[in-house]
């Protein structure tokens, strides 16, 4: 029978079972639409990874960020604190509870949390995590002059156009690079696939890369760090975006797939890359299509443990179905990418070592503009002021 709680009565719980059990694991699962928290009970660090690990593999649409946080005897009270300040922070109020393991929690809309008592996760298979399904349809969309896009919704572009705006200005580089090359379109004719974060200032950088003659597909290169006014805004105005905040993984991909998607003559002149996953599918595309060519043999992502690249070999069988030399098309109008982040020159690096290379690379994230600049302007600043106190009469 349901009975009405309050939150100090929840927190007594919390407490009364950290008494008697030497660990309690909480995961918050923080999502734009739903939040949840599982307990487990005397759970080690490694049957934590287990669940994690588990979690991550099969239910990749419901986890957007974790909070987590385990529990022992030496810090319940701290655990407590924190928990009690989060919840404050988000309006919580616990309306009721069916039994010691089980609790129903609302907050203001459209926030409903719900605090579920998990079995302990070592039969991993069997877990499951219960979330509202976020997954838009994987559809292209096209604009009144036919452009295609995909992002979540269009209706934010004018707000997006006043941010664009207001970016301008704080990047004087890249509009000056309009003024003195954007009569001689020196990218006229140029294909260019860009993932990278689609914000604001990318939106600059793509209007600047449309002003010098090129078209431009674009995605971003992390789930989370997409501006839906921004890519509205770029979506409508200047160039095809699949791009929106809060991406799964699977269609983290097929955006990354659609912004190399260039038709039959091929994929893109140019790309520039954060991360190195397009330029990862290019190349293993290109090595599937080799296999395809010699064997018959599709990519097979049950081949894979890794949840992540069974999401990819998936996408590159589906394209081979319908054209065997599409990567290979892709490769041959290649002419370079920059890689702008660690990781991904660290991929490059390793791939040129292994002779596995397909094109020239930049590496962006070892140039001194992105390394030196922000150690410049300080050492401008301390000299300035040193200069100022000392010629002070």
């Known amino acids: 029978m349901e009975m009405e709680m309050e939150l100090r009565d929840f927190f007594d719980f919390f407490e009364r079972s950290m008494k008697k059990r030497r660990a309690v694991l909480y995961i918050c699962d923080l999502c734009s639409t739903s939040l949840s928290i599982y307990a487990n009970d005397g759970i080690d660090a490694e049957r934590c990874s287990s669940f994690l690990t588990h979690s991550l593999i099969h239910h990749p649409s419901s986890l957007f960020c974790y909070y987590v946080f385990v529990s022992t005897l030496r810090d319940v009270n701290k655990s407590i604190a924190r928990l009690f300040r989060w919840a404050h922070r988000t309006s919580l109020v616990i309306s009721s509870v069916r039994s010691p393991h089980s609790f129903s929690i609302n907050a203001p809309k459209p926030l409903p949390l719900t605090l579920t008592s998990l079995p302990p ?59 003195e090359f954007g009569p001689a379109k020196p990218f006229a004719g140029a294909r260019i696939s860009g993932s990278l974060h689609m914000t604001i200032q990318t939106a600059v950088l793509i209007e600047t890369l449309t002003a010098l003659g090129a078209e431009v597909r674009w995605c971003s290169c992390n789930i989370f760090s997409t501006q839906d006014h921004a890519a509205a805004a770029i979506a409508r105005d200047s160039a095809a975006v699949f791009a929106w905040k809060g991406e799964t993984l699977a269609e983290y991909w097929w955006c990354t797939e659609r912004c190399l998607e260039w038709g039959p003559a091929g994929g893109p002149d140019l790309i520039v890359d954060d991360g190195g996953d397009a330029t990862l599918l290019i190349h293993e595309g290109v090595k599937a299509e080799e ?49 702008e982040t660690t990781t991904g020159v660290k991929r490059l690096y ?38 100022w106190k000392f010629s002070d009469p």
């Open 121 to 179: 996760p070592s039969p991993c298979p069997t877990l499951s995590i219960r979330s509202i399904d976020r997954r838009m349809a994987l559809q292209v969309e096209k604009t009144s002059t036919g452009r295609e896009y995909k992002v979540k919704d269009l209706s934010q572009a004018d707000f997006g156009r006043l941010e664009i705006e207001l970016a301008e200005v704080e990047m004087p580089g890249l509009m000056a690079c309009r003024v």
């Open 291 to 339: 296999e395809y060519e010699k064997t018959g043999k599709l990519p097979d992502p049950a081949s894979t443990d890794n949840a992540e690249f069974q999401i990819v070999l998936g996408i590159i069988r589906d394209g081979l179905k319908v054209d065997p030399k599409k990567y290979h098309k892709m490769k041959e109008r290649l002419v370079g990418v920059s890689e």
């Open 350 to 387: 390793q791939m040129q070592a292994s002779g596995a290379l397909l094109f020239s690379a930049i590496n962006v994230n070892d140039s001194v503009t992105k390394s030196k600049v922000y150690l410049i302007l300080d050492l401008e600043v301390r000299a300035s002021i040193l200069f």
